[in-house]
């Protein structure tokens, strides 16, 4: 693109149109990547504290080991 279809991009109003366009773009892209990553930060979070999480051995009986026998 020479420097005049710049000019007469410029003042006809496509260039500022596009560049819009393309900042929306970016933003949109930004904000997925981020949701990811933090939506991975949870899940990992979520996991570590299942796994310490401390087991009530109300429930472990005789009777609820076998009851479906």
């Known amino acids: 693109m020479t ?12 260039l500022s149109i ?3 366009y393309i900042n929306v773009s970016v933003q949109a892209i930004g904000i997925l990547i981020a ?5 991975r930060l949870i899940i ?3 996991n570590k504290k ?3 999480r401390f ?9 609820s080991k076998h009851w479906r026998k």
């Open 50 to 52: 299942l796994s310490t």
């Open 3 to 14: 420097e005049q279809e710049m000019i007469q991009l410029k003042y006809s109003g496509e």
């Open 18 to 20: 596009m560049t819009d």
């Open 35 to 39: 949701g990811i990553i933090i939506w």
């Open 55 to 63: 087991k009530s051995d109300y429930f472990e009986s005789s009777y």
């Open 44 to 46: 990992r979070y979520q």
